[in-house]
């Protein structure tokens, strides 16, 4: 082709470039005036005060709804003030079917709006600084319990490797390894392996939610899990069944005993009434 054909299209190319470095120029104007600046919270968009590692406020920080007792003594579902009476310990309607392989579960806070932004800054940027936060949070709630003290290592749930590959980390591992850190207990990330994948439907229900991760997960070939109490640690718990699922796995392989926590818990639906001596479920909402 000729000149004057080229001519046009040279043109549009001339622009394009004097675009992307203009872009290129903003970028790098951003990334400098945001060493000095602090952004925005990713919780709320509000401006940060100061200039941390950490990309979230402190009023959001501090807006997570901790859970606190009265919780069931095994799965630590949060329950009504009005049902323990009488029911010593305490236990929620699934544990005292004992529906879960684990023995302990705890979680840190309420699986709100502010958590859920949170959970998706973990879940899909990788914000390692908000897993360490996490990290923290959940050493606290280790170290109020006696019993998951005990551990013996802390062990992420894993994805299965070709979404690990597809995302390149594992958002569990981004809490589980500041907390095996805090507490001087191995991480043991190979430990055990996602053996069938999640189905690609975003939204799962109650019951596929159990039907899709049973036998979903196995120790790795050669593992030693014989007699070790595992700390197991996810993001969040909503029915528990990946918690039961790979509890099950570890405790076929021998573990002794499974405690698992997550930083976040969905609130349940359901409220537990005692009524003249009878204790029943009503869905409340
Ligand atoms: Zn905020
Ligand atoms: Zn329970």
């Known amino acids: 082709m000729s000149g ?3 001519f046009p299209r040279l043109q549009l190319a001339g622009h394009g470039l004097a675009r992307t470095l203009r872009d290129e120029a903003s970028r790098a104007a951003g990334a400098l005036l945001g060493l000095f600046l602090p952004g925005a919270c990713r919780v709320c968009e509000q401006p940060l005060a100061d ?22 003594t095994v799965c630590g579902r949060p329950l009504g003030p009005w049902v323990t009476a009488g029911q010593d310990p305490p236990r929620c309607h699934l544990c005292r079917k004992d ?13 709100d709006q502010a ?18 936060w996490f990290g923290a949070r959940l050493e606290e709630l280790v170290r109020s319990s006696p019993e998951m003290l005990a551990a013996d ?3 992420p749930v894993p994805l299965h490797p070709a979404r690990r590959r597809e995302r390149g980390y594992n958002q569990a591992e981004l809490i589980a390894r500041p907390l095996s850190r805090r507490l001087k207990l191995p991480l ?10 999640r189905p690609d439907k975003l939204k799962l229900s109650r019951k596929e939610r ?14 030693r899990i014989d007699n070790l109490r ?12 990946t918690l039961d699922a790979c509890s099950r796995a570890l405790r076929k392989a021998g573990a002794k005993h499974v405690f698992a926590v997550t930083i976040a818990r969905t609130a349940e639906a359901w409220t537990e009434f005692n009524l003249g001596g009878d204790t029943g479920l009503v869905k409340s909402r």
Do not use: H
């Open 4 to 6: 004057p054909v080229n």
């Open 51 to 72: 200039a941390s590692r950490l990309p979230v406020c402190s009023t959001c920080l501090e807006s997570f709804q901790k859970i606190s007792p009265p919780i069931c």
């Open 99 to 111: 529906t879960y392989a684990f023995s302990l579960a705890r979680s840190y806070a309420i699986y």
């Open 115 to 132: 958590m859920s932004r949170a959970v998706i800054l973990l879940k899909y940027e990788a914000v390692t600084p908000l897993g360490e």
């Open 153 to 155: 290592v802390v062990v």
């Open 188 to 197: 043991r990330d190979a430990l055990l392996v996602r053996t069938r994948p």
């Open 210 to 223: 159990w039907t899709t991760v049973r036998g979903a997960y196995a120790p790795s070939p050669g593992a």
């Open 230 to 241: 595992i700390m197991l640690v996810d993001d969040v718990f909503t029915s528990g069944a």
